[in-house]
C-alpha cells in the first residue's frame, strides 16, 4: 500500500490562509487521482476536493472558491492551498491517492489538524 503523510495544519484566524501537504511514498510513477477529506468532532469524514490525471477537479459546495487542489507529479505530491478560512473548516484533513497503473488506493494517514479561530 501506498503511504500518505499530511502535513500543513495548524491554527489560523478566519479570513487565513493555510497549505496543507499530502506527500506519498513508494514507487508511485504519476498520480491517477487524488481526494481530500476532513472529518469534525461528531461527524463523519467528507469529501472537500478531488482532482484526475486529465485535470478535472471536484470541490464540496462548502469550500468552492475557497480552497485549490492541485498536484505536483514529479513529487507525488498533493496540495490543498485554503484559503478565506471558517471556523467551520476546523477538522482533521485526510488525503488519500491512487497511483497511476495501481488498482488499490493508498492506506490512511494521521491526518492534520486545521483549527480556524473567530
Known amino acids: 500500500q501506498v503511504q500518505l503523510v499530511e502535513s500543513g495544519g495548524g491554527l489560523a484566524q478566519a479570513g487565513g490562509s493555510l497549505r496543507l501537504s499530502c506527500a506519498a511514498s513508494?514507487?508511485?510513477?504519476?498520480?491517477?487521482?487524488m481526494g481530500w477529506y476532513r472529518q469534525a468532532p461528531g461527524k463523519q469524514r467528507e469529501l472537500v476536493a478531488s482532482?484526475?490525471?486529465?485535470?478535472?477537479?471536484n470541490y464540496a459546495e462548502a469550500v468552492k472558491g475557497r480552497f485549490t487542489i492541485s498536484t505536483d507529479n514529479a513529487k507525488n505530491t498533493g496540495y490543498l492551498q485554503m484559503n478565506s478560512l471558517k471556523p467551520e473548516d476546523t477538522a482533521v484533513y485526510y488525503c488519500n491517492l491512487r497511483p497511476v497503473g495501481a488498482i488499490l488506493w493508498g492506506t490512511w494517514g494521521q491526518g492534520t489538524q486545521v483549527t480556524v479561530s473567530s
Open positions: 482532482i484526475t490525471t486529465g485535470g478535472t477537479t
Open positions: 513508494g514507487s508511485i510513477f504519476g498520480i491517477n487521482v
